[in-house]
């Protein structure tokens, strides 16, 4: 009885402290217009759950920094490169092993940040593989969710854009 009795308070100070956290206000991800064409070649459920997946981990990384409390990040992905080939594209194409093909992979993402003051910045990030060499042991999306990543860790740092 006495555990229960300690943890009552503990648990109620971690309640007190998880509500208090920032959260920006929302985080939009959309696909642009010129890259839903291309979208199509990679498979809709594909782009579609990696748009999902973008929206999560920055998300996830805002929440877990507290950054960007109140702010609107609205977010396009411009191009997607998988590092081995899609359903989609294994389907359009008999030739290519899902093992075996490997390509250099990433994201580029364009958008803006409004922040709880009104400001408004602007987003530009990219990230791509350097070397195939370095996409050795790759999923299909694992270097457009590194890009995920290192997007949001920046966006909760405050850099904007990719110089």
């Keep these: 009885m006495r555990r229960i ?3 009552a308070p503990l648990a109620a100070a ?18 642009s217009p010129d890259f839903a064409k291309t979208a199509a070649e990679l498979g809709q459920r594909d ?6 997946d973008m ?4 998300e996830r990384v805002l929440v877990q920094r507290n ?5 609107r990040v609205e977010l396009t992905i411009t191009d997607l490169k998988p590092n081995r080939p899609t359903m989609q594209q294994m389907g359009d194409k008999p030739g290519l ?13 364009e958008g803006t940040v409004t922040l709880a003051s ?16 370095d996409a050795r042991g790759s999923t299909t999306w694992t270097d457009a969710q590194r890009a995920y990543d290192r997007l949001a860790r920046r966006l909760a740092d405050g850099r904007y854009t990719m110089r």
């Excluded at 929206?55 to 920055?58: I, K, S």
């Excluded at 950054?67 to 702010?71: F, I, W």
């Excluded at 987003?123 to 195939?132: A, E, G």
């Design 55 to 58: 929206r999560r981990t920055v």
């Design 5 to 7: 009795a300690f943890l």
């Design 47 to 52: 782009v579609d759950q990696q748009v999902d």
């Design 14 to 31: 971690l309640a007190v402290s998880g509500a208090a956290a920032a959260q920006p206000s929302a985080v939009v991800v959309t696909v």
């Design 118 to 133: 009104g400001e408004v910045q602007p987003v530009k990030f990219d990230y791509y593989t350097p070397t195939l060499a």
């Design 67 to 71: 950054a960007l409390d109140g702010a």
């Design 97 to 109: 092993d899902g093992m075996r093909s490997l390509s250099i992979g990433g994201a580029a993402v």
